[in-house]
């Protein structure tokens, strides 16, 4: 299994530029989540997913949005690009579990996002 | 409001010195509790969580975390740290009931040869 993946690994956009950005899991995992790592904040919950064709604004949902058509497939969309939105983007996976909360999320390896 | 604080933003030790990171929640309730692990240009690696039962948890990697339910606190100990263990860690709390987790803002380790 590769567990979660994330494409790309890192990228460059100008300013107004748009851009999607890829997470895939092969693990049959329900919930599907969306975060952004800043120095010194830790990370911060962008959009979250409780299944296919469900999503939900998290913490800073603001100049993004979300997709997930397919179970397997959690897109994050940046429409028109910020130097504010510069960070690394994690997508994490858990499996729905018999309680909320109290499965651990998976994570993917991170993308490397610059805005210019 | 729930909130996860770690209070120490830097922690550098002597490798095979003991370790001790600390995580305070607040949370009305008993929430669930997570150590992760994040090396450099990687994902987060889960290293623990707690979320019933006793107390003292076991995890990967030598690492254990007490749940003080009294102090709201889930602090991160290894007896003997290896060099290996260079990294930055979060402490999680994901609450009982929901979907959604929330971080701190994460204790970088230096281990010094």
């Known amino acids: 299994n590769a567990g979660v993946t994330q494409t790309p690994k890192f990228r460059v956009l100008k300013t107004g530029q748009s851009m999607t950005l890829l997470c895939a899991q092969d693990m049959n995992h329900e919930y599907m989540y969306w975060y952004r790592q800043d120095p010194g904040m830790g990370l911060r919950l962008i959009h979250y997913?409780?299944?296919?064709?469900?999503?939900a604004k998290g913490e800073v949902p603001d100049g993004y949005n979300v997709s997930r058509l397919k179970k397997q497939n959690f897109l994050l969309g940046l429409e028109s690009a910020a130097p504010s939105q510069t960070s690394v983007y994690f997508c994490?996976?858990?499996?729905?579990?018999?309680?909320?909360?109290?499965?651990?999320?998976?994570f993917g390896p991170g993308t490397r996002l610059t805005v210019l | 409001a729930q909130s996860v604080t770690q209070p120490d933003i830097h922690i550098t030790v002597s490798e095979g010195a003991s370790l001790e990171l600390r995580c305070n929640y607040s949370?009305?309730?008993?929430?669930?509790l997570f150590w992760y692990v994040q090396s450099p240009g990687q994902g987060l690696q889960l290293l623990l969580k707690y979320f019933s039962g006793d107390t003292l948890v076991q995890g990967i990697k030598g690492f254990e975390a007490e749940f003080k339910r009294s102090q709201s606190s889930f602090n991160l100990r290894k007896p003997s740290v290896h060099w290996s263990d260079a990294a930055e860690y979060f402490c999680a709390v994901g609450a009982p009931g929901t979907y959604k987790y929330i971080f701190g803002t994460g204790t970088r380790l230096k281990v010094l040869a």
């Open positions: 994490a996976s858990r499996t729905r579990g018999l309680a909320g909360g109290q499965n651990e999320q998976f």
């Open positions: 997913s409780v299944g296919e064709g469900t999503t």
């Open positions: 949370y009305g309730a008993t929430p669930y």
